[in-house]
Each structure stands twice: as structure tokens, then as C-alpha cells.
């Protein structure tokens, strides 16, 4: 009897999520296209190239002003 009730339960959890799964996908399905783009307004400036520089720039000045701040002194024994 117990493990009828714990294979019932398995199945009922796993229909459970496979309603939540198909819910997430049927919401994504429009995400892709954005109005602006299929109404035929030009692309964005930005190419992921010069943004891609720019956080690399801006993780290496990070850790360059990390690198310079001071270090506390550990003690020795």
C-alpha cells in the first residue's frame, strides 16, 4: 500500500511539472521578436563587439584600482 501511494504521488509531482514546463514554454514564445525590429525600425547601434570592449575595459580597471589599494600586512610568527 505504501508504495502505491508513493508511486502515485511520483506521478502526480511529475505531471505537475510538466504542466509548470509547458506553461514556461508557451510563454516564451513571443519573446524573440521585438515590435520595434519586425515593424522594420532599423537594428540598434551597439554591436556586441565595441560593448564586449568596453566590459572588458571596465572589469580591468576594476581590478587594476583592486590591485592597488593596500594589502593589510599579515603577521608573522
Known amino acids: 500500500m505504501k508504495a502505491v501511494f508513493g508511486l ?3 506521478l ?3 505531471a505537475a511539472i510538466g504542466v509548470l514546463a509547458k506553461k ?3 510563454g516564451l514564445s513571443g519573446v524573440g521578436v521585438t515590435p520595434g525590429i519586425a ?3 532599423s537594428a540598434p ?3 556586441p563587439q565595441p560593448t564586449s570592449q568596453q566590459l572588458q ?3 580591468r580597471r576594476s581590478v587594476e584600482d583592486a590591485m592597488k589599494q593596500a594589502q593589510p600586512q599579515a603577521d608573522e610568527k
Request: proline share 0%.
Open 8 to 10: 502515485l504521488s511520483l
Open 12 to 14: 502526480l509531482v511529475v
Open 24 to 26: 514556461q514554454l508557451a
Open 39 to 41: 515593424a522594420g525600425a
Open 45 to 47: 547601434l551597439t554591436t
Open 57 to 59: 575595459n571596465q572589469v
